[in-house]
């Protein structure tokens, strides 16, 4: 979470920076509130360890997803770091 607020408010611009932070507030609120809503209907007819692999399952996907993203730019990074003079 804090990498998100360190990129909200490093990377938008000082007259919306505001509006960032709240439209990322307003979000996160919402996928909270349609996960809940969702959890509760799907633990009526699936069993509630299925629903915690599935979002397991998402978490992993997600992060694998991030990392393969991100492979450029961490390549880069490493490249960088090993020529730098110490």
Do not use: C, K, N, W
Not at 36 to 44: D, K, M, R, T
Not at 50 to 66: E, H, R
């Amino acid at each position: 979470m804090a990498s998100i607020s360190t990129l909200e408010q490093t990377q938008a611009a000082d007259s919306h920076r505001g509006r960032v932070i709240g439209a990322m507030g307003a979000v996160a609120g919402l996928g909270s509130l349609i996960g809940a809503v969702a959890a509760g209907f799907l633990g009526e007819v699936l069993p509630v360890v299925l629903l915690l692999v599935v979002q397991g399952s998402g978490y992993v996907v997600g992060g694998l997803t991030i990392v393969y993203m991100t492979r450029r730019y961490r390549a880069g990074m490493g490249s960088r770091s090993a020529s730098a003079p110490d």
